[in-house]
């Protein structure tokens, strides 16, 4: 998956080294939150900025030959910082 050049540049310039490790290891976590959830078609949005946020598809507990059995989610990955931890909190807190 090629990553925009300002996204890059955005995720090293405030996040400095530990911006340069989560690149290195974001494809890897990708594939591998994938295969966790099962995600499928995952698609980066157009504009990228201080975290990795893709549109995928998921498949839901319908039947498989239902109509409509994956559902559209969003997937978000960011380098480990006070804010997202907050966020995380926020979406446990209010059940997703």
Do not use: H
Not at 54 to 83: T, Y
């Amino acid at each position: 998956m090629q990553l925009p050049d300002s996204f890059i540049a955005t995720i090293k310039n405030v996040y400095k080294k530990d911006g340069e490790k989560f690149l290195a290891v974001l494809p890897f976590l990708i594939e591998e939150v994938a295969q966790r959830w099962g995600l499928t078609d995952v698609q980066p949005v157009p504009n990228l900025s201080f975290n990795f946020v893709a549109f995928a598809k998921r498949p839901s507990a319908a039947p498989r030959n239902a109509r409509g059995s994956d559902q559209d989610v969003v997937l978000k990955i960011g380098v480990p910082n006070r804010e997202l931890t907050s966020e995380m909190l926020t979406l446990k807190l209010f059940n997703g």
